[in-house]
């Protein structure tokens, strides 16, 4: 060893000097790649390889350099290209290297289920990240797919390397991507391997990948079976030849085929260094250039001012074509077009997991794995109805703002300035729910994991305590109860385990909803802020007018509401679809796991058959019982090669199965997927694009009908394509099977005549053909009338199976309609309840209205059903049900068992309590079946009681919304309570200086007549400049005036003559018909002129409250000013004053009791401007309590 260690380095010494040498003598452009290899073992890198390629003479050579730890080692890595290939030889192994072992823990309970967060985090938001209107592209971001630790451990070597090829003008450089799985035949394969090659900086010229976005280029590889290996590789040249040094990694992603939930790994990194060094010189021609620049700068001049000057001939609509084009932020077709192909790509891949389901799994594992399965179909769900929302959300705010714009009432700048800081806002809070749902998602994860960890510690030991329990039991037990015993525990256990595992999925699953749905209603919140928000900005800069902004507000509102509406229906419908699609693939796995038992019931039967003919062959034979066992044994295994071959070839086929369902499913799927996207974006683009008025609850409409037309669409095609996939599977089984059968009646035949050529000569040949009876309960039937029989019992729980579906579809039709029904009933009650709270009010001016129409929207938002929760709450609450149920009953039955045991029961031997013990197994085990029959019942209950968690959701919702309220209410009466007081306390100190000043005699006429005067006179000052206010608001009440005299007489005519027009050719009768339906019309719009009317009057009884207001603030200063004249004559210190004050005043702070004493004792003038003042803020102050 120590000899190949000291020949690799001298290589090494070689090879190094060679490569100074070369890189002396040649002057053109040296190209110097390191090239990284990448060992995965369980998931996780190991080693790293780097190989730096140089130039040699016009030769291609590659010198690699091995690092592992903290040892260096070289060796000669020989890359050959064949017919467009690239093999490599086998890496050198050195003493003391080995692979590292796995650290992935083994058994279903070595991961918890949140180890998947990161990846529905992904996948519900992967987007760049942006910032509130500027989005920043990081350069070379790996793939964001985050990997899982997968149950089974990996070996996979990715290499990426580098050559020179001299013979060409520039030189061109040869690209090999080598992928090498490293496990042992027959081992774990890999399936949907996508290599995602970095090329900024190069320019490919001969490549068969395929360029998805700006500077990567991805190969797809459907599967790469355990033991082989791929290579592919490419040409490009250089953009630059300067000196510069290019980073082009490539990136490695697969999924693993044997589990049964596709999930993907990665990326695997392959890290390559290109170093461009450039040795030609130049020699510049100083006076050409200037000559040229000078010329340049003149031509440039002279095109800069002709393009000027064209600029005012050009037609401006085009010029406004283009801004609008450039507002609206559109992104380049090309990007868009490559972001819809990836997320279509991505939908079509997870609807691959039902194929999973029904090829790879375990029939014992289907079940569970299709409940796994249908929470991330929830899951999926929810993410693609919020984006729904986001995009009709954008259109509405986008409709409502043209709309503006085409009345008039803004101009276009102001418009498009308003839509561009909307969206930033947006993206803004996108960005920041996706950090906040990272972290929590993260914190969760944890807190999950240490739960598990917790719950299967206690587990354990609980189950190591039966076992101590067992052995101490079962010392003096013979061979049989000890066996028996040993059964029922381990059957409890696993039941045991299973029950927890399913306890522990539910409740983390619910968890990770709540924390979905937080996100989600915060979301939601956030929406109605913003537009609020910046309108009031808007307004606030002069933009927009106050009554615009509030008419738009109301409109925004209305729009909500109505999209509310759509949204209930969408959610219904896809809930349904979901629930459907459950349900079948539910009956399809019945199906495929009833033939899964066929097949174990026909080799059983086989077997016993077989061991019957024995036994009537032992009857009566000439034939010694040693031969006749051998017979029966070599019988037996044929028949268990047999099972096996036929185990290997469904295998074989279900893997050649699958590659062609899963491409016939993706390309079907996607271009569906494709389609619908691609009429999203057309009714998105003409929303945006129209500049008319157009009727939104139209535009809402048309959404609904898109989208439940898409939800149905999709989930006929999957349905289609899922019983199809079903259907191959059960014809590539029977084929399999009916080979089989034929190896199975082969087996009786070879054993008669082993049997006749064992017997003496001469002697009387048995009857070797009959088939004795094998038994009660047991068939005798083999081969094909055993398959036969079990078909017909197949086809007979097939009808009932399809039965329970038809059942269940009505079933579901039935919940919808009555999802929708009580949706309807609680907006409804909803918009009663706010009515009813408004017009409580006696006063409610214009923002208030609005403000609370805020909270109502915010509230009303979140009042929806939605699609994820409710499902995982169920499950929760009813395996809580089922846990208390079950700890009650073996209360009972210990309770029950202790009351049994008498004394002389106590005196039996060990062996007694070794069957007492075997009886508590066994009512355990009675338990666990009883508790999987009481599932239907129990979630009847549950199912009433999250009803009545609904309902007391509801209420408290609208508790919050009456609070609102009645903190507007508090608000104006504690202002009124404020300066009331104030002017009472005010009052009375001026009695009590003026009689003090009497008692002292320091009462002087003349002052106190100025101070009365000026007092006067400042009181009719301020009655004058009311008088000019009231002038100023007096358009505001015209305005109001207006608004209600146009309700009232322009509406009100045209809604009058639609409404009451006669048919005057018609019978009384049909008269008759026509006004009773139209009953509910006239109420509602009796209804709506009420509140129109009622909301006019409570804005000018707001307005005429804050004339009063006003006033009494403005006599209020005036009192404080006369008062201050009257401390300054009086000699009444500060702390008098101070003590004074808090008895009139006894619910002022302390901070605005001082500001008042401030302001009483001032030292100035009492005419001074100053003086004049202080009141006025301390008023001001007042005005704001809060």
Not at 452 to 475: D, F, G, P, Y
Not at 937 to 954: D, G, P, W
């Amino acid at each position: 060893m120590f000899r190949v260690h000291v020949t690799v380095e001298k290589l090494l010494i070689w090879l190094f000097l060679l490569h100074v040498k070369v890189s002396c003598l040649f002057s053109s452009p040296l190209y110097v790649c390191c090239c990284h290899f990448v060992t995965l073992r369980a998931g996780y890198p190991h080693n790293s390889t780097w190989c730096n390629t140089t130039l040699n003479s016009g030769k291609q050579t590659s010198f690699c350099t091995f690092h592992h730890d903290q040892e260096v080692k070289s060796a000669v890595l020989s890359l050959l290209r064949i017919n467009g290939t690239m093999g490599a030889s086998q890496p050198v192994l050195f003493p003391g290297w080995s692979p590292p072992s796995s650290s992935a823990p083994a058994g279903p309970w070595g991961h918890s289920f949140y180890s998947s967060f990161s990846f529905m985090s992904s996948n519900f938001h992967l987007r760049k990240s942006r910032s509130t209107l500027i989005s920043q592209n990081p350069p070379h971001l790996p793939p964001q797919v985050q990997s899982v630790v997968p149950p089974s451990s990996f070996r996979l070597k990715f290499h990426k390397c580098a050559q020179v090829k001299l013979d060409t003008n520039p030189p061109q450089l040869m690209f090999f991507l080598l992928i090498h799985n490293m496990g042992p035949v027959g081992g774990t394969n890999l399936s949907q391997v996508v290599i995602r090659d970095s090329i900024s900086g190069i320019i490919p010229l001969k490549t068969e990948g395929r360029v998805v976005e700006k500077g990567y280029q991805a190969f797809a590889i459907d599967s790469l079976m355990a033991g082989s290996q791929v290579a592919v590789n490419y040409t490009a040249h250089v953009r630059s030849h300067e000196n510069e040094l290019l980073d082009l990694p490539a990136f490695l992603t697969f999924s693993n085929a044997s589990q049964n939930d596709v999930r993907m790994f990665g990326p695997l990194t392959a890290n390559l260094t290109l170093r461009v060094n450039s040795t030609n010189q130049i020699y510049p021609n100083h006076r050409v250039h200037f000559a040229g620049f000078v010329a340049g700068f003149f031509i440039t001049l002279v095109l800069l001012l002709l393009g000027l000057l064209a600029t005012n001939f050009i037609n401006p609509s085009r010029t406004r074509l283009f801004q609008q084009r450039r507002n609206r932020c559109d992104s380049d077709p090309e990007d868009a077009e490559c972001n819809m192909s990836e997320t279509v790509k991505d939908e079509a891949a997870f609807e691959d997991k039902i194929v999973d389901v029904m090829l790879l799994e375990d029939p014992q594992n289907m079940f569970q794995a299709l409940e796994n399965l249908e929470m991330s179909s929830l899951l999926h769900a929810t993410s693609n109805l919020e984006a729904i929302r986001i995009q009709i959300h954008k259109d509405l705010m986008s409709h409502l703002l043209k709309g503006m714009r085409s009345r008039g009432q803004t101009s276009v700048q102001a418009q498009q300035r308003l839509l561009r800081v909307l969206h930033g806002q947006l993206l803004g809070m996108e960005g920041r729910l996706k950090e906040e749902r990272r972290a929590r998602m993260t914190a969760l994860a944890g807190q999950c994991n240490l739960e598990t960890r917790e719950e299967m510690e206690a587990e354990h030991c609980r189950e190591a305590a039966e076992k101590a329990q067992a052995q101490l039991l079962c010392q003096h037990a013979n061979q049989q109860e000890l066996l028996q015993c040993s059964v029922l525990l381990e059957k409890v256990h696993k039941l045991s385990q299973s029950r927890l595992q399913r306890i522990l999925l539910a409740r983390h699953e619910e968890a990770s909803a709540k924390v979905q749905r937080q996100i989600i209603e915060w979301r939601r919140v956030e929406l109605h802020k913003i537009f609020s928000e910046e309108l009031g900005e808007a307004t606030r800069m002069g933009e927009l007018e106050k009554s615009t902004a509030r008419s738009l507000q109301h409109e925004y509102f209305t729009c909500q509401d109505q999209l509310e509406e759509v949204l209930d229906v969408v959610v219904a419908n896809q809930r349904y679809v979901l629930s459907e699609r459950s349900a079948q693939r539910k009956f399809l796995v019945h199906s495929l796991h009833s033939l899964e038992r066929l097949i174990s019931d026909t080799f059983s039967n086989t077997s016993i058959s077989l061991d019957s003919w024995f036994n009537h062959i032992r009857r009566g034979s000439l034939i010694p019982a040693e031969q006749t066992d051998q017979l029966q044994e070599k019988a037996q295994t044929e028949l268990l090669m047999v099972r096996q071959r036929l185990s290997e070839m469904l295998n074989q086929e279900k893997r050649a199965l699958r590659c062609g369902l899963i491409k016939k499913r993706r390309e079907l799927i996607s271009n569906l997927l494709r389609v619908h996207k691609q009429r999203q974006r057309d009714l998105s683009v003409i929303s945006k694009s129209l500049e008319e008025e157009r009727e939104i609850a139209q535009h809402l409409q048309c959404w609904q009908s898109l989208l439940t037309a898409h939800c149905v669409e999709l989930a006929e095609l999957i349905n289609t394509l899922d019983e199809e996939a079903a259907a191959d599977i059960r014809k590539v089984a029977m084929r399999v099977i009916q080979g089989a059968i034929a190896d199975i009646k082969a087996i009786q035949p070879s054993a008669a005549q082993a049997v006749l050529s064992l017997l003496p000569p001469g002697a009387k040949q048995p009857v070797l053909q009959v088939e004795p009876d094998p038994g009660p309960g047991k068939t005798s039937a083999q081969g094909a009338g055993g398959v036969l029989q079990g078909q017909e019992r197949l086809q007979q729980e097939g009808k009932a199976a399809l039965h329970t579906l038809i059942c269940t579809r009505e079933t579901l039709q039935e919940a919808m309609e009555n999802e929708l029904q009580n949706q309807r009933e609680i907006r409804t009650h909803w918009r009663n309840f706010f009515r009813c709270l408004c017009l409580s009010q006696l006063t409610l001016s214009e923002d208030d209205r609005l403000r609370m129409k805020l909270e109502f929207q915010k509230c009303l938002s979140m009042s929806d059903l939605c699609v994820m929760l409710p499902h995982t709450s169920s499950r929760t609450k009813l395996h809580a049900a089922l846990a208390a149920w079950r700890k009650e009953h073996e209360e009972q039955m210990a309770t029950m068992q202790s009351e049994g045991e008498t004394a002389e029961a106590r005196k039996k031997t060990d062996t007694s309590d070794v069957v007492f013990f075997q009886k508590r197994l066994k009512n355990k085990i009675q338990l666990f079946e009883k508790e999987k029959e009481m599932e239907s019942s129990v979630m009847e209950k549950v199912m009433e009681e999250m009803q009545k968690e609904r309902e007391e959701y509801l209420h408290s919702q609208a508790d919050v919304l009456a609070v609102q309220m009645a903190t507007i209410s508090y608000q104006k009466a504690e202002k009124w309570t404020k300066i009331l007081e104030m002017s009472r306390a005010t009052v009375t100190l001026q009695s009590l200086l003026i009689q003090q000043l009497r008692e002292t005699k320091n009462l002087e006429v003349n002052k106190m007549a100025q101070s009365i005067h000026r007092c006067r006179s400042g009181l009719e000052e301020a009655e004058q400049l009311q008088m000019k206010r009231s002038m100023l608001d007096s358009p505001q009440m015209s305005q109001l005036g207006e608004v209600s005299s146009q309700i009232h007489h322009g509406e009100e005519k045209s809604e009058k003559d639609d409404m009451f027009q006669l048919q005057l050719d018609c019978r009384m009768t049909v008269i008759l018909q026509e006004a009773l339906h139209k009953c509910e019309q006239v109420l509602t719009w009796m209804l709506e002129r009420f509140e129109a009317m009622t909301a006019s009057d409570q804005a000018k009884e707001e307005l005429k409250e804050k004339v009063k207001l006003k006033k009494i603030y403005a006599n209020c200063d005036q009192d404080l000013k006369f008062a201050s004249q009257l401390v300054m004559q009086s000699p009444v210190s500060e702390d008098v004053l101070l003590e004074t004050l808090r008895l009139l005043l006894p619910t002022l702070a302390e901070g605005e009791l001082l500001f008042i004493i401030d302001a009483l004792c001032s030292k100035q003038h009492p005419a001074s401007a100053s003086a004049e003042q202080e009141p006025s803020r301390m008023h001001t102050q007042l005005q704001t309590p809060f």
